[in-house]
């Protein structure tokens, strides 16, 4: 008995030596990626000094620092270039110079309504400015057109060209060519009362506005412009400082006799001619205010000219400097001008449209219209710190 007793104990141990040897194997190829170490006392507890389970440098940054605070450069793919050196961001930071063109509607004789209106006359015009229209909408950089003299043909005629110009989403506003008469007869309050007269006439139309050019006198036109319900005025030139004191004009501001004799624009250089500002008053307009008469610069005429032979040559290089000189956190805007007037060959315009082509794609050139302008620097204003 003590030997079958003895038997039996013996090959108990053996079967439990066997099971444990066998449990070792089964564990030990259920955890091959195993180091043998034993997990850290406390992992997973953010704020141990420890990264490890589901902590991340957005759920526990205590413990596990990102790259840029920890100091070691990134290596994926979106932050580094193909042999390892990191990239170089493009700089998101320069703000883009707003452009557009301003066409002065002028110096056609449309007649009046004691006298009659030119019909003829007047259906050829409208077509002429259409078919401008119709070129810079293609480009999709419509004009801004400016007038006074074209408001009571187009009230009176069809078709209303102001109106159907406004309902493309082309800019339409008023170019008052209102301050040359010196002293203005009736005053500054004549003055306002005409200004507004030709904003209501416009707004009779269906066509709200809030800018005007052609405003510029030795009143005090700010203030006026302001009273007449006008937001903004464009197109300053140097006749626009004779409203400022004698002792700040210069001799040859306080010989100008009219806007034709001292037309170039103000302040005309760059980069002063990028930053529209607000006027407190006419004596004082030069210099920014807090609140105020939006004032908005020109670059002048178009840089484009007939060029040698019939193809029309267009020099941007005012659109280069300008790019160049602006600022982070600056607002950078300037308006061409077009006196219509003149015709302009259609290739002139293509040339120039063209040449824009480039710089708009980029994103370095915004074109906008008077309108668009103002609403897009009151934004910036209200943006501002």
Same mark, same amino acid.
């Given at each position: ?282 004596? &004082?307009?030069?210099? @920014?205010? !807090? =609140?105020? +008469? %939006?004032?908005?610069?020109?670059? /002048?005429?178009? *840089? ?34 077009? &006196?219509?007037?003149? @015709?302009? !060959? =259609?290739? +002139? %315009?293509?040339?120039?449209?063209? /040449?824009?082509? *480039? ?27």
């Amino acid at each position: 008995m003590k030997r079958k007793f003895l038997a039996l104990t013996l090959i108990m141990l053996i079967t439990l030596s066997l099971a444990c040897s066998l449990g070792n194997l089964i564990n030990d190829g259920e955890d091959s990626g195993s180091t043998g170490e034993s997990a850290p006392q406390g992992e997973g507890r953010c704020g141990n000094g420890i990264c490890g389970g589901p902590e991340n440098p957005q759920n526990c940054p205590e413990d596990c620092p990102s790259e840029a605070q920890s100091g070691s450069p990134s290596t994926d793919d979106e932050s580094a270039s193909g042999d390892g050196v990191p990239s170089t961001p493009s700089s998101n930071n320069t703000p883009p110079l707003y452009i557009g063109v301003s066409v002065h509607l002028e110096a056609w004789k449309l007649g009046n309504e004691k006298l009659g209106y030119e019909q003829q006359v007047y259906e050829r015009y409208v077509q002429n400015i259409l078919a401008y229209s119709d070129l810079a909408n293609s480009y999709d950089m419509p004009f801004t057109w400016e007038t006074s003299n074209l408001i009571d043909p187009s009230a009176a005629l069809e078709p209303n060209v102001l109106l159907e110009l406004y309902q493309r989403g082309d800019g339409i506003g008023v170019h008052a060519d209102l301050g040359e008469q010196t002293p203005y007869p009736g005053g500054e309050a004549q003055f306002t009362k005409d200004l507004r007269i030709l904003r209501h006439r416009m707004e009779d139309l269906g066509i709200p506005v809030t800018h005007a050019s052609g405003v510029c006198s030795t009143s005090d036109w700010v203030t006026a412009a302001l009273d007449a319900g006008f937001e903004a005025v464009t197109g300053t030139v140097d006749y626009c400082l004779k409203s400022l004191p004698l002792d700040q004009q210069s001799a040859e501001i306080q010989e100008c006799k009219g806007p034709a004799l001292c037309h170039d624009p103000y302040p005309g250089q760059i980069p002063e001619m990028l930053h529209p500002w607000r006027a407190a008053d006419g004596s &004082s307009w030069t210099t @920014p205010a !807090e =609140e105020g +008469l %939006l004032v908005f610069s020109t670059a /002048g005429a178009l *840089p484009c000219s007939a060029g040698s032979g019939s193809q029309p040559q267009c020099d941007l290089q005012i659109i280069e400097e300008a790019l160049a000189a602006r600022q982070p956190g600056e607002f950078h805007s300037f308006f061409f001008v077009w &006196s219509y007037g003149s @015709p302009l !060959e =259609e290739e +002139l %315009l293509r040339n120039f449209y063209e /040449g824009l082509q *480039p710089y708009i794609e980029s994103g370095d050139v915004v074109w906008k219209t008077m309108p668009e302008l103002i609403e897009a620097y009151q934004a910036f204003e209200g943006s501002a710190p």
